[in-house]
């Protein structure tokens, strides 16, 4: 799997948040492990132990709106992204990084921006009431909404630093 | 405006074969123009939209995609541990006999793995890496080597409980529910273990074929195959492996597991089994996960594009006008079958499973329920026509992707004799689906009814059909202060 180039020449503030974005990826990796763990356990605690399954699958639940949430950016980062590859693969390097970036600029940021806009109110309700899982009353949905803030936010910084990256870089 | 999603539809096909650019962002892009255009036209009401962080927090609470980092998780611990490899050469080994060893063993690797994979595009991309090169050294040429790979990649579309079929699975019922509703039809709605007991034969059947296919195209050259003989460990391995895989696949199958713990099962297993045979590194355990971020990274982002393009679609009311077009065709459910199957095979030629399912399954399946009311047999006959299509040379999904991939690699491919090695294996897949457009009963028993319905109720004509779908399809009534 290629990773995207670093913006090696590009401004500071660029190569600081793709630091930013790069560690938040290599935290969100690890999160698969207890996610399975979890989902793994929910069988025994509900078949042998009859207790407990519920809050393992709550808790799975909100591990799993976390690791989606920054996954779709960690796809853009490894350029695992499905593309039709039919015909785009004749186009010049130079026209395919151009394409890349339109994408980018024109499509991911005003959409990631957009989902903020409009999601946030809905988060922020969440996050005040510190809201719980509605039929178990498990403490921690709010944290679900909160994850959709996140992946949109990830989104957003991932196109900046597509746009931010110098031509150079975006031709490798 | 009504046929404003067809539109979008293929611009976004267009787009993704000219342009090369992720789908999921063609999608959101096609739905972002189409709505700008739609709310300055005055026909879409601008606060719809606002309902998309709703729709988008749907796939982040949903119980069955927990499965998707799952399956991704344990194929990539597959992929990266040398278990796939032990299998293909323990598999080749035991194959050996048959002169055909080693696309014997590919193809049973390819059923093995291609359920955990999620997608044709993610098989492909693992198949071309894992088996092309493995069997070009064995001496299979490699049209026939690349053809085995684009069969490979395809058999997660059939073989259950793939991801492919859970997902679908998921639509259909969606879909059934639609069409019970507008109908009031006394039958049970489908569930994902009919669909798995539903796809069980077909499956068998295709899986069957394609290896006596693999074994007449190959066996010729078996005399020259001589592989090496595997350790007593990796007979072990590969024996221990195959044990845990099918064992929890089967369990999901027949009902007694779920396919979010059987897969958080396999995961565990796995994990436990490569730290006790101190197989996992640091290094292997990271891109272990660094995969199975970005694959499920990649799948979960076609979820976002679809459910974004489809809410667009649905705001231009082309989810009804497909269903009054569907409703109108002339000629009895077979003809109105044929249609929708031969539309479906159309849209996979560019589009992959995962958006197949989450854009097209939606809006044609609902109309198509109302006129062929056995909905298992419908989504078996689906998952065959795509699995074909995806098959058929020279512009098939799978067909086109091998040969880029290999392309990509060095390995120029002739394009009329990889064309003629698939053409076997597609002939064998139409066969099947043939089969089981001719007899239903081998994707189940059909609709189960859950009450005796009134003997003297009149039956409804297809008129009546598209106008009950027309209410179920009304969109709920506004919050307040919401739309226009």
């Not at chain 1, 785009?88 to 990631?112: F, Y």
């Not at chain 2, 709703?54 to 499965?67: G, K, N, V, W, Y």
């Not at chain 2, 594009?305 to 002339?330: H, K, M, P, Q, S």
Request: with cysteine; proline share 6%.
């Amino acid at each position: 799997m290629s990773e995207s180039p670093r913006p090696d020449s590009s401004p500071a503030s660029a190569v600081w948040l793709d630091r930013l974005v790069d560690a938040i990826d290599a935290a969100a990796m690890w999160l698969v492990l207890p996610l399975s763990l979890l989902l793994f356990l929910q069988w025994p605690l509900r078949d042998l132990v009859h207790a407990y399954s519920r809050e393992a699958n709550d808790a799975a639940q909100i591990l799993f709106a976390l690791y989606v949430s920054v996954a779709i950016t960690a796809a853009t980062r490894a350029r695992t992204h499905l593309a039709a590859d039919v015909l785009a693969h004749r186009l010049p390097a130079a026209w395919r990084a151009h394409l890349e970036r339109a994408g980018a600029m024109l499509v991911l940021l005003p959409w990631s921006v957009y989902v903020i806009w409009t999601g946030t109110p809905m988060a922020w309700r969440a996050l005040v009431a510190l809201e719980a899982f509605g039929e178990t009353l498990n403490p921690g949905y709010y944290l679900i909404k909160l994850a959709l803030i996140l992946l949109a936010t990830l989104v957003a910084l991932q196109a900046l630093l597509v746009g931010l990256r110098p031509a150079a870089a975006r031709l490798n | 405006m009504a046929t404003a999603g067809l539109w979008m539809l293929l611009v976004a096909a267009v787009l993704m074969v000219a342009t090369g650019l992720p789908a999921w962002i063609l999608l959101n892009a096609v739905a972002m123009v189409a709505a700008a255009i739609g709310v300055a036209a005055g026909v879409v009401p601008a606060a719809l939209f606002t309902a998309l962080p709703s729709r988008l927090l749907s796939l982040l609470e949903s119980d069955l995609l927990q499965a998707l980092p799952l399956y991704v998780f344990m194929g990539a611990l597959l992929n990266r541990l040398p278990l796939a490899q032990a299998l293909f050469g323990v598999a080749r080994r035991a194959l050996a006999r048959t002169g055909a060893g080693a696309p014997l063993a590919g193809l049973a690797l390819g059923g093995l793995l291609a359920p955990m994979n999620g997608s044709v595009g993610a098989g492909v991309s693992m198949f071309s890496h894992l088996l092309h090169p493995r069997l070009v050294q064995a001496g299979v040429p490699t049209a026939h080597s690349a053809a085995l790979v684009a069969v490979a990649s395809t058999l997660g579309v059939v073989i259950p409980p793939s991801l492919v079929l859970i997902l679908l699975g998921d639509a259909m019922m969606r879909a059934h529910t639609e069409a019970l509703n507008a109908t009031h039809a006394a039958v049970r709605i489908i569930n994902e273990q009919d669909m798995f007991r539903g796809a069980l034969l077909p499956a068998l059947v295709v899986a069957l074929l394609c290896a006596w296919v693999a074994w007449r195209m190959n066996r010729s050259r078996g005399a020259a195959e001589v592989p090496a003989a595997p350790r007593a460990s990796e007979w072990i391995t590969a024996a221990a492996t195959l044990l845990l895989i099918s064992g929890l696949l089967g369990a999901v199958t027949l009902g007694y597991l779920y396919a979010v713990e059987a897969a958080a099962a396999g995961g565990v297993a796995l994990l436990l089994y490569a730290l006790g045979a101190r197989l996992l590194t640091p290094a292997r355990l990271r891109a272990i996960l660094r995969d199975t971020l970005a694959v499920t990274g990649a799948l979960f982002a076609l979820l976002v594009g679809a459910t974004v393009f489809t809410l667009v679609l649905r705001a231009f009311e082309t989810d009804r006008w497909v269903a009054d077009a569907i409703g109108a065709l002339g000629g009895g459910p077979f003809t109105v079958l044929a249609t929708v199957l031969g539309t479906i095979a159309l849209c996979a030629f560019v589009l992959d499973a995962f958006e197949m399912i989450f854009v097209v399954i939606p809006v044609v399946m609902p109309p198509l329920l109302l006129r062929v009311p056995d909905a298992t047999w419908v989504a078996v006959l689906t998952m065959l026509i795509l699995q074909s299509s995806f098959l058929l040379p020279p512009f098939g999904y799978a067909v086109m992707m091998v040969r880029n991939r290999l392309a990509h690699a060095g390995h120029a491919l002739e394009l009329h004799a990889y064309a003629r090695a698939c053409m076997p294996f597609l002939l064998a897949q139409l066969a099947v689906l043939a089969l089981v457009l001719v007899f239903p009963r081998l994707s189940g028993p059909g609709p189960e009814p859950i009450a005796s319905a009134p003997a003297n109720q009149p039956t409804p004509s297809d008129a009546d059909l598209s106008e009950l779908l027309r209410r179920q399809l009304e969109a709920p009534a506004p919050a307040a202060g919401g739309q226009k």
